[in-house]
């Protein structure tokens, strides 16, 4: 990037992701297409299948094998490389500030996977699936959010 963003807004969900510049505060929002990422569809084929199950026990054994959900751990995996895209970015110093949209989970898993020094500079979060809003959907949003609750 030849222009340091003063803002980087990220729309995720556990599918793919989408982040926007605001240059200046309060500015338009312009769609960054380095950060157009969706997951890798060979791996999310290979989490809707199911892992193998034990059904010849007794007692107290378990029957499936798997601790989560192999959809839930595709999700996670790449909402964790977009966590990981933001830290290199940040020490970069591509950013100033960071706002993150993501339903709750997808948002959980970003900031528990954000670096600390990353994270400090996460101005506002909204825990709402926004990923196909415009540009100008989130900009009314991010000024609503950023007006402080009196």
């Known amino acids: 990037m030849t222009d340091r963003i003063e803002t980087l807004v990220i729309l995720a969900d556990g599918v793919q992701a989408r982040g926007l510049a605001e240059r200046r505060r309060h500015g338009p929002l312009a769609e960054l297409a380095s950060w157009s990422l969706k997951a890798d569809e060979h791996d999310r084929h290979w989490a809707r299948t199911h892992g193998g199950t034990v059904n010849d026990r007794m007692g107290y054994g378990r029957d499936n094998v798997l601790e989560a959900p192999p959809a839930e751990a595709a999700e996670k995996r790449f909402l964790e490389g977009v966590a990981e895209r933001l830290n290199r970015s940040a020490a970069a110093g591509q950013f100033e500030k960071l706002v993150l949209m993501a339903p709750p989970r997808a948002l959980g898993v970003l900031r528990h996977a954000l670096k600390p020094a990353v994270a400090r500079r996460i101005e506002v979060t909204?825990?709402?699936?926004?990923?196909?809003?415009?540009?100008?959907?989130?900009?009314?949003?991010?000024?609503?959010?950023?007006?402080?609750e009196r």
């Open 126 to 148: 909204d825990d709402h699936e926004r990923i196909k809003a415009s540009a100008e959907d989130v900009r009314l949003i991010l000024r609503d959010l950023r007006i402080p």
